[in-house]
């Protein structure tokens, strides 16, 4: 067995497969945003680990199918329960880990996270089976566990966005197998603890660590699961989505956004700003964040005053500081590759208003452009990072042509103090999720997903639980049984 102390917390390095650590014979390297110190050795699977996994799932399936949604609603309660009690430790290692800022997961995200599991073990037990008669016949459309599920997660947010995938599809009875993003795989190691101290049947939920080319490509091929689900880029999306087409298996995927966020001249120009400046939170490390700034050209001047004061007041800093508000970007790559965005739109001709580089360590300064044109690359592909787009509109359908100018399509951000144009915006932008006057709020019940390469199928709510069953439609005929 083997471990790292990860700020002061235990947590194990290996496998978590069958109930059990595996310790796998290769590792990797996992580092500290907050100074680049290596903080743990994981390990690194590969096609036998994948194996032994989705075997343990395939094993466990039956079982947990059995214990039906209200038995398993109350595992899944008391895990809720038990990542409420461990928010301190979840949040600290989750800090070192890819450095969300430390106040935000510990008031916020943490909790979150257990409530999905709450909510889906809410969900999972009032998930009514359909029953009416027609043609003589009685029918009933019959939910059942799909089987073995395989969730991949990206490393932003790592323990709470596997938990909005992991949750439902235990809730819906079928095992999962979650292999964790290589640069923050540590905080999915704790959950794999606190499913075993709930009372997780072995092989319920299982940890493969290891890269997306070695363990993630071989546990997508494998041809004993039933379900994929994805969150990270359209590009790995493809790759996975081929996977998945060999052995026929439904895939859902949340992909990448380049949300657009619109400022009407009747917005609350404060409210909006402020906003806008917050899209530098966790360094814009969030997929749905609006990093197209968007403002009604009669506004332009008393917004951009409004966002420059308020991007003024940001601290770049330590995530565990709570001063803090612009944290560092996860790893040299991914800043090395913010920093090349910049670069090129700089030798393209994009002007830069603010920011622009790195800002010492892994922090880079909050950076905004107003792009020389709107196919330039700055407004057409996601940076994940602290970097945003400022353009501006003359009417409500110019705003509407460039908010659906991107082949992204995941989120979009309003402000505007009329309700008409709230309806009418909000249909018109090509998004599966638009906020008017807020940002991020969302009820756990609705649907979540994109359109365009933003991402395949609906998560959230029942349209997850519908994700992991499969449906049946029993017809028996009326009066032929008593
Ligand atoms: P990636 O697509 O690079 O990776 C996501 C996950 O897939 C990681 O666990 C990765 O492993 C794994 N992976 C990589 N290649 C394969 C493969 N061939 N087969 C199976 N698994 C593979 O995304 P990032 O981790 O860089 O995350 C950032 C992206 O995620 C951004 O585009 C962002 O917008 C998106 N995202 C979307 C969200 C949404 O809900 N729509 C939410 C959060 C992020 P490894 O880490 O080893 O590469």
């Given at each position: 067995m083997s471990s790292a102390t990860v700020a002061g917390h235990e947590v194990s390095t290996d496998h978590w497969i069958g109930g059990e650590r595996v310790a796998g014979s290769e590792r990797f390297e996992v580092i500290t945003p907050?100074?680049?110190?290596?903080i743990a050795q994981v390990a690194a699977g590969g096609a036998h680990e994948a194996d032994l996994a989705v075997a343990a799932a395939h094993a466990a399936a039956p079982g947990w199918a059995a214990l039906g949604p209200v038995g398993r609603a109350t595992l899944l309660t008391r895990l809720a329960d038990l990542i409420d009690q461990n928010v301190e430790r979840l949040a600290a290692v989750e800090c070192a880990d890819m450095a969300m800022l430390l106040e935000s997961l510990r008031l916020r995200v943490i909790h979150r996270a257990a409530a999905n599991f709450r909510n889906y073990a809410e969900l999972a037990a009032s998930y009514e089976e359909r029953d009416w008669r027609s043609k003589g016949t009685w029918n009933r459309v019959q939910r059942m566990p799909a089987g073995p599920a395989a969730v991949i997660t990206p490393w932003n947010a790592p323990f709470m966005l596997s938990t909005w995938k992991v949750a439902p599809a235990l809730a819906a009875g079928c095992p999962v197998v979650l292999k964790p993003a290589e640069w923050s795989p540590l905080s999915c190691s704790l959950l794999a603890d606190l499913t075993a101290q709930a009372g997780f049947?072995?092989?319920?939920f299982n940890v493969l660590q290891g890269t997306g080319e070695q363990a993630g490509a071989a546990l997508v091929a494998?041809?004993?699961?039933r379900r994929i689900s994805f969150t990270g880029s359209p590009e790995t999306a493809r790759e996975i989505g081929v996977a998945a087409a060999r052995n026929l298996v439904p895939f859902t995927g949340e992909l990448g956004g380049k949300g657009p966020l619109i400022v009407f001249e009747d917005a609350d120009l404060d409210a909006a700003a402020a906003k806008a400046a917050g899209q530098?939170?966790?360094?814009?490390?969030?997929?749905?964040?609006?990093?197209r700034l968007l403002v009604q050209e009669s506004v332009r001047d008393e917004f951009l005053e409004r966002f420059h004061a308020a991007v003024d007041r940001h601290v770049l800093g330590?995530?565990?500081?709570?001063?803090?508000?612009v944290s560092p970007l996860i790893h040299p790559e991914h800043l090395a590759r913010v920093d090349g965005f910049v670069k090129r739109a700089v030798a393209a001709g994009?002007?830069?208003?603010r920011g622009g580089q790195p800002?010492?360590?892994l922090l880079y300064e909050p950076t905004l452009f107003e792009p020389r044109?709107?196919?330039s690359e700055i407004v057409q592909?996601?940076?994940?990072?602290?970097v945003l787009t400022f353009q501006t509109f003359a009417d409500e359908a110019e705003a509407i042509a460039l908010s659906n100018s991107t082949p992204y399509g995941l989120s979009g951000i309003v402000y505007t103090s009329s309700m008409g144009r709230a309806d009418r915006v909000g249909r018109a932008v090509r998004a599966g999720v638009v906020w008017v006057n807020t940002?991020?709020?969302?009820?756990?019940t609705a649907p979540f997903g994109g359109i365009g390469i933003s991402g395949l199928g609906r998560e959230g709510g029942n349209y997850a639980l519908d994700f992991y069953s499969d449906l049946k439609t029993l017809q028996i005929l009326e009066g032929s049984v008593r």
């Open positions: 907050i100074d680049g110190s290596v049947p072995p092989g319920v494998h041809p004993m699961l530098y939170d966790d360094a814009g490390q969030v997929c749905l964040a609006g990093t330590d995530p565990r500081a709570p001063e803090t508000t994009d002007r830069l208003v800002a010492g360590g044109a709107n196919d592909r996601e940076v994940f990072g602290p940002f991020l709020v969302r009820d756990l």
